[in-house]
T-cell receptor, first 114, second 107 residues
Framework: NAGVTQTPKFQVLKTGQSMTLQCAQD?????MYWYRQDPGMGLRLIYYSASEGTTDKGEVPNGYNVSRLNKREFSLRLESAAPSQTSVYFC?????????????FGPGTRLLVL | TQLLEQSPQFLSIQEGENLTVYCNSS?????LQWYRQEPGEGPVLLVTVVTGGEVKKLKRLTFQFGDARKDSSLHITAAQPGDTGLYLCAANNDMRFGAGTRLTVKP
């Protein structure tokens, strides 16, 4: 039981390049989330998927797209990376999107855009 | 939009000291969670509080939810170096996190 896994762990991109961050969970959770964490800003929600087949924008969705591939997997795509997207990206999952459920986080992907 | 303000932003103390960190909002929380994040890892849930005035204890950690459900506090008794980390509060009705309090406990 690995919980939430993310790949890659580290990535360096040049401005304008694209990439996809992968996330998978093995807890049979319905809801999945993508956050970014910047110094002094806490975690900010990019997109979430309340259940398989649905996705919704969070607080900072511009420049990103997501795909809920199946119940286990939720990917985040940067179509044309910008230096402002340098950050640590966390994927999380929970049984449901209600406010009282525990979110389980992956170890993060550290992205540097030059 | 529910903004969460955490204070202090940084806290450095000696082992054995007590401390309190705060999470405040101008809006009412439906529920609030506290997470701890260690360097290089994702946050891990410590507690969820849902009722105004609620107090929950987790070993040396005491969590309090304000009567009006607009604020919360985390008190640590006799802090240990293992308590070092970033403490985040989250208002999960809109999946919003505070900026966190970075705690360092020196041996």
């Amino acid at each position: 039981n690995a919980g939430v896994t993310q790949t890659p762990k580290f990535q360096v991109l040049k401005t304008g390049q694209s990439m996809t961050l992968q996330c998978a969970q093995d807890m049979n959770h319905n809801s999945m989330y993508w956050y970014r964490q910047d110094p002094g800003m806490g975690l900010r929600l990019i997109y979430y998927s309340a259940s398989e087949g649905t996705t919704d924008k969070g607080e900072v969705p511009n420049g990103y797209n997501v795909s809920r591939l199946n119940k286990r997997e939720f990917s985040l795509r940067l179509e044309s990376a910008a230096p402002s997207q340098t950050s640590v990206y966390f994927c999380a999952s929970s049984v449901s999107p209600t406010g009282r459920e525990t979110q389980y986080f992956g170890p993060g992907t550290r992205l540097l855009v030059l | 939009t529910q903004l969460l303000e955490q204070s202090p932003q940084f806290l450095s103390i000696q082992e054995g000291e007590n401390l309190t960190v705060y999470c405040n909002s101008s809006s009412v929380f439906s529920s609030l969670q506290w997470y701890r994040q260690e360097p290089g890892e994702g946050p891990v849930l410590l507690v969820t509080v849902v009722t105004g005035g609620e107090v929950k204890k987790l070993k040396r950690l005491t969590f309090q939810f304000g009567d009006a459900r607009k604020d919360s506090s985390l008190h640590i008794t006799a802090a240990q170096p293992g308590d070092t980390g970033l403490y985040l509060c989250a208002a999960n009705n809109d999946m919003r996190f505070g900026a966190g309090t970075r705690l360092t406990v020196k041996p």
